[in-house]
Antibody, heavy 119, light 108 residues
Framework: QVQLQESGPGLVKPSETLSLTCTIS????????WSWIRQPPGKGLEWIGH???????NFNPSLKSRVTISLDTSKEQFSLNLYSVTAADTAVYYC?????????????WGQGTLVSVSS | SSELTQDPAVSVALGQTVRITCQGD??????ASWYQQKPGQAPVLVIY???NRPSGIPDRFSGSNSGSTAYLTITGAQAEDEADYYC???????????FGGGTKLTVL
């Protein structure tokens, strides 16, 4: 059973960089897209982007200019950097594994971590 | 297409059947997946592919598709099914991932 755990600061100042790490345990990195999803308070889910286990990335066009996602296979971790944050980036951030073939779905999710953007 | 559209809210009487819809052009090419989210919890996958349930999901949950619309059906809704439900799919290009806006299900 794959388990995912987000970690990182819960408070980030405006204009700074939001950095989160997701630790993967109980499964293989191979074959999956490793994803970040966020949910502003009281709102719906927003896909941020993902990194394939081979290293290629895709991002939500609305965030693409401010986002990087990286994968460290040796540590079994992947990370999110969101640059130049504003209050609109306040959200619960989830990491998740995305299986993609003829069927596409997020099968495992982290518990989520609330990141607030405030001075 | 870059959108999946869901009704914001749906209600169902206890024990009755409810169908939640998700509309989008990308659904003509890609199956939707469905997620249940209860307050303060992470989403949980309930349906994927043509009509597949992960282990542990009750068989009262089922999925279907017609053209550009995907459906999540709960047959015999229980009180514990009250939650937000989100659909998701690849976009038409196949490179991105979309979420619907979510449907709040109330069990009366």
């Amino acid at each position: 059973q794959v388990q995912l755990q987000e970690s990182g600061p819960g408070l980030v100042k405006p204009s700074e960089t939001l950095s989160l790490t997701c630790t993967i345990s109980g499964g293989s990195i191979s074959g999956w897209y490793w994803s970040w999803i966020r949910q502003p308070p009281g709102k719906g889910l927003e896909w941020i982007g993902h990194i394939y286990y081979r290293g290629s990335t895709n991002f939500n066009p609305s965030l693409k200019s401010r986002v990087t996602i990286s994968l460290d296979t040796s540590k079994e971790q992947f990370s999110l950097n969101l640059y130049s944050v504003t209050a609109a980036d306040t959200a619960v951030y989830y990491c998740a594994s995305f299986y993609s073939s003829s069927q596409n779905y997020f099968d495992y999710w982290g518990q989520g971590t609330l990141v607030s953007v405030s001075s | 297409s870059s959108e999946l559209t869901q009704d914001p809210a749906v209600s169902v009487a206890l024990g009755q059947t409810v169908r939640i819809t998700c509309q989008g052009d990308s659904l003509r090419n890609y199956y939707a997946s469905w997620y249940q989210q209860k307050p303060g919890q992470a989403p949980v996958l309930v349906i994927y592919g043509e009509d597949n349930r992960p282990s542990g999901i009750p068989d009262r949950f089922s999925g279907s598709n017609s053209g550009s619309t995907a459906y999540l059906t709960i047959t015999g809704a229980q009180a514990e099914d009250e939650a937000d439900y989100y659909c998701s799919s690849r976009d038409s290009s196949g490179n991105l991932v979309l979420f619907g806006g979510g449907t709040k299900l109330t069990v009366l």
